[in-house]
């Protein structure tokens, strides 16, 4: 069998997360405040409370050392918004999250 | 106890180490692991916490819905008080007009009104004329199928509350306990979500069903309970003819209007026996009938003849009579007299009727708390007064029903139950005395007030 924790692992944990909307899982606010976003101006600093909760509800991603776990965000349009995670040194847009497979556990 | 989420947490954890993949990633926080098992321990730990409330219901009507249909059951309805009031008019036009019982008023907020008592008024004349707030719906309901106990369900009013319902041609009953066979009744009654029904009886033993296809008219007359008008509202004809002229306005009210009874009067009038109808056939328990229908009330205290010979010495004129002390805010003694004998002579109408006057008695309470010196003293005596008051005060549930008593052990109890100071090792209370000489007597309205409760504190080692 192989190692149980791989960058793999967290991909599917973030991918998790990423699919989880908050308050799914009974008495947990565990999930991506996506909503949140919605009508917000695009130069704001999202990324940064986006980060801050999914370390919140991911606690291995805190437990890596500062700088693994990145968020970036590029222009795509006037309206459009790219955001990118970079697990250490994997980059995944947050588009292509859905493809990650959660696996059977 | 009830176990807790923690504790449900803690026993899948106990068996995790048996998965060495999981437990690795259970260690490290791996949320599609935890967060299924924290979600499943919160459901457990929430069913636990009701089959802990429901083990305790054996001796206590914990729960909100567990009174509800037990009201349900012992046929509290949900019917709203409307105001009634007298208001005064003045004919200020050329010709006489006359109001006729059932015109329809609007008060100068909109609230719909129905004249009960009308009046002729001749040019420039005063006179008065009685109005309820009451709101006429009509429902005509097909009867889609034929079975026995078939039942409509009435809807709540988009505002306010039903207050009184009638079926056209058919008569009502509060049960169907001695009624003839092909007798055309209905019966209404509630469920534990106060959801108002009326019910047909069954062909060949009580009542009729009604046939396939019946038109039922149902007049629901709608309330919105309590409005607490004041004197000198202006009161307008819904409809009026153009030669009518006049000025209406509010004289007096002669019926507060209230709205269903709430949980607590609710939870405090189910505590009586559950058998009773509302017959003669269970002579007693008078005052649970007529709290039951004039809730709520201030003060009500009902006793018979043999309680009042106890009190006041035998006499002739006490034969058959039942004793009534009652007070209600915001309502005439007249009316609300009127409306307990009727109450009264539709269940039994061999008993004679006595109104007494309620006499208001404030409780003297002494109490001595020996409070440990790491609690701040003057908080306690605080929390104690508070507690009394709430329980024992005026407007407490305690205070509503005659012959009330101040029990120690029921003090003990409430204080050790709600005072954290009180619980400790080295505390203790001291009901020194509980009320004076004055006898009891049932027409007493007695009470608790901030000014008769003394408290002291003493500090304990």
């Keep these: 069998m192989a190692e149980a924790l791989n960058t793999d692992l967290l991909f599917r944990m973030i991918a998790h997360w990423f699919a989880t909307k908050p308050s799914s899982y009974y008495g947990s606010t565990y999930g991506n405040p996506l909503e949140d976003m919605l009508q917000k101006p695009l130069s704001s600093p999202i990324a940064d409370s986006f980060l801050a909760k999914m370390r919140q509800d991911i606690p291995v991603l805190d437990a890596l050392p500062p700088g693994t776990i990145n968020l970036y965000a590029t222009p795509g349009g006037i309206d459009i918004m790219n955001i990118y995670i970079e697990v250490a040194g994997q980059t995944l847009s947050l588009q292509d999250l859905s493809e990650v497979s959660r696996g059977n556990y | ?461």
């Design chain 2, 1 to 461: 106890m009830a176990t807790t989420k923690n504790e449900f947490i803690q026993l899948a954890v106990n068996e995790i180490a048996s998965y060495p993949a999981l437990a690795k990633r259970y260690q490290i926080g791996d949320p599609l692991i935890t967060q299924a098992i924290a979600a499943q321990a919160a459901m457990l730990a929430d069913v636990a916490n009701q089959i802990e409330v429901t083990t305790g219901e054996t001796w206590l009507k914990a729960r909100d819905v567990t009174v509800k249909a037990d009201a349900s059951v012992k046929g509290v309805l949900p019917f709203g008080t409307p105001c009634i009031a007298q208001i005064t008019v003045k004919n200020t036009g050329a010709s006489k007009i006359s109001i006729l019982a059932g015109r329809v008023l609007r008060d100068q907020s909109g609230r719909m009104w129905v004249v009960s008592t009308g009046a002729d008024i001749l040019a420039g004349a005063t006179l008065t004329i009685m109005a309820r707030q009451v709101q006429l719906r009509t429902v005509t309901h097909t009867v889609g199928q034929n079975m026995p106990f078939y039942t409509i369900e009435l809807a709540a009013p988009d505002l306010g509350y039903i207050a009184e319902l009638a079926v056209n041609g058919w008569q009502y009953t509060p049960e169907f306990c001695n009624v003839e066979p092909g007798a055309q009744i209905y019966h209404i009654r509630t469920d534990e979500n106060q959801v108002l029904s009326i019910q047909f009886g069954v062909n060949n033993t009580a009542g009729l069903q009604p046939s396939v296809g019946q038109q039922i008219e149902i007049s629901i007359y709608d309330t919105e309970g309590d409005i607490s008008p004041t004197v000198g509202m202006a009161f307008y004809f819904e409809y009026n003819l153009a030669t009518e002229s006049v000025l209406m306005t509010l004289m007096q009210v002669t019926q507060a209007g209230a709205a269903p009874m709430d949980i607590n009067t609710m939870r405090e009038v189910c505590s009586y026996p559950g058998i009773y109808s509302e017959n003669a056939v269970f002579l007693s328990n008078f005052d649970f009938l007529v709290r039951k229908k004039i809730s709520p009330v201030t003060f009500l205290s009902i006793w018979n003849e043999a309680r009042e010979e106890e009190v006041r010495g035998a006499d002739m004129l006490n034969i058959n009579k039942l004793f009534v002390a009652v007070n209600k805010a915001n309502t005439v003694d007249a009316t609300l007299q009127a409306r307990i004998t009727n109450i009264i002579k539709t269940a039994d109408d061999s008993y004679r009727l006595k109104f007494v006057a309620v006499v208001e008695v404030v409780i003297p309470v002494k109490i001595t708390l020996y409070v440990p010196s790491t609690y701040d003293a003057a908080a306690v005596k605080q929390s104690v007064m508070t507690l009394m008051l709430a329980n024992y005060g005026r407007t407490s549930a305690w205070a509503q029903r005659g012959e009330a008593k101040i029990l120690k052990k029921d003090l003990y109890d409430l204080f050790r139950a709600n005072v954290p100071a009180l619980t400790q090792k080295v505390a203790d209370i001291s009901i020194d005395s509980v009320g004076d000489d004055t006898a009891l007597l049932p027409e007493h309205f007695r009470y608790v007030t901030a000014e008769s409760l003394d408290v002291v504190t003493v500090g304990a080692a």
